[in-house]
């Protein structure tokens, strides 16, 4: 799949702008700060109908605007389609086809899109919340319906949590409602879980050769689930929903006591083994590169064969982070298949093969130029 045409307005520091894009290769060259990863968030706000870079669209919204649009048209089976999205302050927007899309599981997934930036080093290196959003973020773009579970389960989650605040109050009050949510809290819990796992061993399938081959044959990549609750990927959905009920009796007191949900998808993280040593405590700043580049670039196959269709790859500031074999690598993987997007402060330390053919484009203060 790729994008056609594309067009802002009032986006960030873009008033309005509309370009044509290249189905291989566009590389997008500016001095800082003067809007290529505005660009790229917009490709990726337009999929996924928020940014990577932060969960308040007002952000988005032009500094004096009343609303923000991006309009895009995708072709993918042979088939071409308008995607829109608008950002007010009221809210936001999303039509398919023309259609608005009330729930955003009727949308993300229309346009598939893999994003690398510098700040995916923290896939490896940070806090577990990154981790959950990339697995939940990937699954979701793939299968639409997991992010249907997952609203249901933080809305049972926030109301269970606040019931445990009132009995954290008042122990001795009446617990049944506490049951009913515990009862809906686990059933969209077993789904997640369920769904990871499966989207775990695909992952891992892809990962695995990949980094292998980034490494030159020196490193074997492996991913474990980290879960709260005692579950694995050999258990079917009853036995994981077994566990879950025994784990809630097991920690009732404790979540009483403490005012919280203690265990459940939302407290459950990955971990990255490099050669059975964990990349998070143990990797190198080269290693955690590599893995993170290698899960990036799994996922575009995993996509790929999940959905039919290669997904659209955004690399904003990261192809010069590369050394030149990492670099000739991804290149490589992608070329002819993958409509690329490649943001870069210079052209140099970046010479490759693939880059020849590419479009591209020179930004300056919200502006762009075509490079005939
Ligand atoms: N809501 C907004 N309205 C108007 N301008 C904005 C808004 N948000 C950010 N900007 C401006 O956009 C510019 C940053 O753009 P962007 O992050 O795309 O830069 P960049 O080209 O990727 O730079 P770098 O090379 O440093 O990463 C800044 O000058 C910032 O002030
Ligand atoms: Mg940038």
Do not use: C
Request: hydrophobic fraction near 35%; charged fraction near 30%.
């Amino acid at each position: 799949m790729h994008i056609q045409e594309l067009s802002l307005r009032s986006y960030r520091n873009y008033d309005q702008l509309s370009l044509t894009f290249d189905h291989t290769i566009n590389v997008i060259i500016g001095e800082n700060a003067q809007g290529k990863t505005n660009l790229m968030e917009a490709i990726y706000a337009l999929a996924f109908t928020r940014s990577h870079r932060t969960p308040r669209d007002k952000e988005l919204i032009q500094w004096d605007a009343e609303y923000a649009k991006i309009k895009g048209s995708v072709f993918k089976r042979n088939r071409k389609f308008p995607l829109e999205i608008v950002f007010s302050k009221k809210g936001k927007k999303a039509k398919l086809n023309h259609i608005e899309q009330k729930r955003l599981s009727d949308y993300i997934g229309a346009l598939n899109v893999v994003m690398f930036a510098p700040e995916d080093l923290n896939l490896v290196k940070g806090s577990p919340q990154v981790r959950r959003r990339f697995i939940d973020m990937e699954i979701g773009q793939i299968q639409p319906r997991y992010i249907y579970h997952l609203g249901q389960f933080q809305k049972v989650l926030k109301q269970r949590n606040h019931l445990l605040k009132e009995l954290q109050r008042k122990p001795k009050a009446d617990r049944t409602m506490l049951y009913v949510l515990t009862d809906q809290l686990i059933e969209h819990a077993v789904t997640i879980v369920e769904r990871r796992f499966k989207f775990l061993r695909l992952l891992r399938s892809w990962a695995a050769p990949i980094h292998k081959g980034i490494s030159r044959n020196l490193e074997d990549l492996e991913i474990a689930y980290d879960a709260s609750v005692k579950v694995s990927e050999e258990m079917d959905l009853e036995t994981i929903r077994t566990s879950f009920e025994e784990k809630f009796r097991e920690i009732e007191s404790k979540e009483v006591e403490r005012g919280t949900t203690l265990a459940g998808p939302h407290r459950d993280d990955l971990v990255f083994f490099v050669n059975g040593k964990d990349v998070q405590t143990y990797g190198s700043q080269g290693q955690q590169r590599t893995t993170a580049l290698s899960l990036k670039l799994a996922e575009i196959e995993l996509i790929h064969s999940e959905v039919g269709e290669y997904p659209i790859l955004l690399l904003d500031d990261v192809l010069s982070e590369l050394d030149d074999y990492r670099q000739s690598h991804l290149l490589h993987t992608i070329q002819g298949k993958v409509q690329t997007f490649v943001s870069t402060t210079s052209i140099e330390g970046i010479e490759h093969e693939a880059l020849k053919e590419a479009e591209i484009f020179h930004v300056t203060d919200g502006a762009i130029d075509v490079q005939k």
